[in-house]
């Protein structure tokens, strides 16, 4: 210990006198002290802080799982789902070559008749005239008249044209867009938002973290208004839903739907198939145009020039649709005596659910005959979301139908009257339903918990929504015939 010992020897020498004397026991204890607070630090701050994030890791990676066990699904259901367009297609075809096979069979056999008779008067003929050859009856022989004339025209020969398949060229390019896309994962590290102070440091209560604000969106940032669409032809404009990032399907209060871009071009006119006002539009995983028709209670499916009708309601009339991450279809609908009020899901025409009563056997959503504006959407944890406008509340239930929150306005005791009217939801599992009223639209979790207000971007009684595929907004405003496109994410 060449330290201590150099210490003693400077005390008793008087020597080295530019050294400071130090005692030893007191820099020991002091040094012990540091350690004491280095391990009280260690074990009672630091260490539970890394267990947390290791706790959180384990999680990570369940959730992980889970979420890839979900894209498997919903990616398999999307496979069925093509397997059975490609079924249907196949059954039809096949009806139409039996269709063909019955026709020319019938023809064939009506030849073979026409043919057969024909055989059967000859040889009567040659039977005939072997027997008048032979006889010497000169009565029989005078009354014979050729029917050879009959004969020497033959009989019309059939020309049939057969049927080819000429197989569509499969188009591997385009068929993947058409199948579906998966969004790009995002992977970042982020500060923990905070650190831990050193001991001894003055403390100051942490700020309260914005837990229910997701990492894209802080209260401080401003939405962003980035274009008007101007539209024409309506008194009023109801609906909006994205086709793409650059084009919109839009409905108001008369029978035509309008495709437009975002320069505000009209590029296509659909007039209804009853020549009724629809209720509610919708754009299909396969790109075609969906919309209800409460006057005649059908749902219908446009595509290219034609229009389908998928299924017609019997004692329902439909409200609003909406077409799920797995192809189906998601129909609200009011009873025709307006005392019940549901929520069908459609594969194809075929209903597979429906939702209409909590556990406890009371009715889920509001009925009236003049106030049924109630819309839809599936969330991306596959939650139906349901903006009930007559009941001022946003119904939330699981996939299966169980009824997981109402949310009702920003607090119970606000003076504002919350009456929600369009609903989306966006890549963050967050629900977006417009307040007409206060020109606003308000922004919840998946959980029911209120994020914040969109009504820094001139709102003006906004209606319908929809988000593209990069979150950003668009809202049809009902009196100015625009459709605003808003970025609210950074």
């Known amino acids: 210990m060449p330290w201590p010992l150099c210490t003693v020897i400077c005390i008793s020498s008087g020597k080295h006198i530019g050294h400071k004397a130090v005692d030893i026991f007191e820099d020991f204890e002091r040094k012990k002290e540091v350690l004491r607070k280095d391990l009280e630090e260690l074990e009672k701050s630091i260490l539970p802080k890394y267990q947390e994030s290791a706790a959180n890791i384990k999680t990570q990676k369940t959730d992980q799982h889970k979420h890839s066990q979900k894209l498997t699904a919903e990616l398999n259901k999307q496979g069925e789902a093509l397997h059975r367009e490609i079924n249907t297609i196949i059954q039809r075809k096949q009806a139409e070559i039996d269709e063909m096979d019955r026709q020319h069979a019938a023809a064939i056999e009506k030849q073979e008749a026409v043919i057969n008779k024909a055989l059967h008067e000859i040889k009567q003929v040659i039977v005939h005239l072997k027997g008048l050859l032979e006889t010497s009856d000169v009565g029989h022989v005078s009354k014979y008249k050729s029917r050879n004339g009959d004969f020497r025209k033959l009989p019309l020969k059939l020309k049939i044209s057969l049927p080819n398949f000429q197989p569509q060229r499969i188009d591997t390019e385009q ?35 914005q837990l229910d604000i997701p990492h894209l969106l802080t209260t401080g940032y401003v939405p962003r208004l980035v274009t008007d669409i101007p539209t024409s032809g309506y008194g009023k404009l109801y609906n909006v839903s994205c086709l793409s990032d650059e084009e919109i399907w839009i409905r108001g209060d008369n029978k035509i739907m309008k495709l437009y871009n975002l320069k505000g071009e009209l590029l296509k006119s659909v007039q209804t198939k009853s020549e009724n006002w629809p209720q509610d539009i919708a754009v299909t995983r396969s790109g075609g145009l969906v919309y209800t028709d409460t006057m005649d209670s059908s749902i219908n499916l446009v595509s290219g020039t034609q229009i389908q009708t998928l299924i017609t309601l019997l004692g329902w009339r439909p409200l609003s649709l909406c077409s799920t991450s797995s192809g189906d279809l998601l129909v609200i609908m009011d009873s025709d005596d307006y005392k019940q009020t549901k929520v069908v899901r459609y594969s194809g025409s075929t209903e597979k659910q429906t939702i209409q009563w909590d556990d406890q056997g009371n009715l889920l959503y509001s009925s009236n005959r003049f106030l049924n504006n109630k819309y839809l959407s599936e969330n991306r944890n596959l939650d139906i979301c349901v903006a009930d406008n007559l009941a001022g509340a946003v119904v939330v239930v699981s996939a299966a139908g ?40 308000y922004i919840i979790d998946q959980d029911g918990h209120f994020l914040r207000f969109l009504h820094n971007c001139g709102l003006q009684e906004p209606r319908g929504l929809c988000v593209d595929s990069k979150d950003n907004l668009f809202v049809a405003e009902v009196n100015t015939g625009k459709v605003k496109k808003i970025m609210y994410y950074k």
């Not at 969004?183 to 923990?192: A, C, K, L, M």
């Open 175 to 209: 068929l993947p867009k058409q199948f579906g896309s998966l969004s790009s994962i995002s992977i970042e590290t982020v500060e923990q938002g905070y650190t831990l102070p050193s001991p001894g440091a003055e403390s100051s209560p942490p700020a309260r973290p």
């Open 402 to 441: 169980k009824l997981r929150f109402r949310y009702t306005g920003r607090d119970s005791t606000s003076r504002e009257s919350f009456r929600p009217y369009g609903i989306t939801t966006d890549s963050q599992a967050n629900i977006l339903t417009s307040d007409y009223n206060n020109h606003r639209i």
